[in-house]
Structures are given as structure tokens and as C-alpha cells.
């Protein structure tokens, strides 16, 4: 497991996160929560 910038990571993949694990959150969400802050990603050994 490793931690990255939220930054780095693809809209589609953080969309496709979020209907893996049942969350409301949109790709558009996603977006807001990029430009609006900063955040961090915990990603497995294949990048997910």
C-alpha cells in the first residue's frame, strides 16, 4: 500500500472507487474536491 496526491489519480478511477464501495459521490464531486483542497489517496500494489 502506498499514499498519493489525490492530484495524480484519473476522475474515472476516483468515480469508479466510489461505485465500488456504494458512495453517492460523482465524478463532478471528485472534481470540486481536487480544485477546492488538497487530499490524499491510499492505493494497493496495482494502483487502486
Request: charged letters at 30%; zero cysteines; glycine letters at 10%.
Amino acid at each position: 500500500m502506498r499514499v498519493a496526491d489525490i492530484e495524480g489519480i484519473e476522475l474515472d478511477r476516483l468515480h469508479a472507487h466510489s461505485l465500488s464501495v456504494g458512495w453517492p459521490h460523482r465524478a463532478e464531486d471528485w472534481q470540486f474536491l481536487r480544485e477546492s483542497g488538497h487530499g490524499f489517496v491510499a492505493l494497493d500494489e496495482i494502483g487502486r
